[in-house]
């Protein structure tokens, strides 16, 4: 049996990942692929009850070392749990953010040193890297009004825009260290020119 693919999609919120993600599971499903979908934190049952705590609106308290380390902890639940056996089985796993999200929300937007990120989610992956990481690329102003107008706001989207601005940045700053795992797609348009990209970079990798 071959290996399968894992695929990240990584964006501020309000990028419009979870459409694209939609659309990304029918393209693949109509080609024959057996797809797996999640997301972190989340995606199992103990991941998900640590989503519970990380994006609690009333957990203002949260230390920053502390959100970090409950991220690994969702995230080394999910890839041995779901996200490697999958793989292993031959499946394509698209999950909605991985370490990446963690090195610009904890790194670039809370301070945290990136190499304690890196060693700490080292662990937390056990090796595991995407053979591709789709960024939805919109200015979180943009992304954020979008997102708070259907949804409203969770724990972190209530953080001030300075703080998603760095974020941003941080992306910015993975996607020209990373070219070759990462492509950045303008989401600033219309949904089917979006995917139009989409389509060509995942044709690419399959």
């Known amino acids: 049996m071959s290996r399968g693919l894992f695929i990240t999609v990584e964006g501020t919120d309000g990028s419009g990942k979870t459409t694209q993600i939609k659309l990304i599971e029918e393209y693949l499903k109509n080609k024959n692929k057996e797809v797996i979908i999640t997301r972190e934190p989340g995606g199992t049952k103990i991941s998900e009850k640590i989503r519970e705590l990380i994006l609690d609106t009333e957990n203002t308290e949260m230390g920053i070392i502390t959100e970090m380390l409950l991220y690994a902890s969702a995230r080394a639940q999910l890839v041995s749990e779901l996200i490697r056996p999958s793989v292993e089985a031959g499946k394509i796993v698209i999950c909605d953010r991985f370490v990446d999200s963690s090195y610009v929300y904890q790194g670039f937007g809370r301070g945290i040193d990136l190499k304690i990120i890196s060693d700490v989610n080292r662990i937390a992956v056990d090796g595991l890297v995407p053979e591709l990481t789709l960024f939805f690329d919109i200015h979180p102003s943009r992304a954020l009004k979008r997102r708070i107008s259907t949804t409203g706001a969770d724990r972190i989207e209530k953080e001030k825009m ?45």
């Open 162 to 206: 300075d703080f998603h601005k760095r974020v941003y940045a941080g992306y910015k700053k993975l996607a020209l260290l990373y070219p070759d795992r990462i492509r950045c797609i303008d989401s600033d348009r219309s949904i089917e020119e979006i995917f139009a990209d989409v389509k060509y970079c995942i044709d690419e990798l399959i």
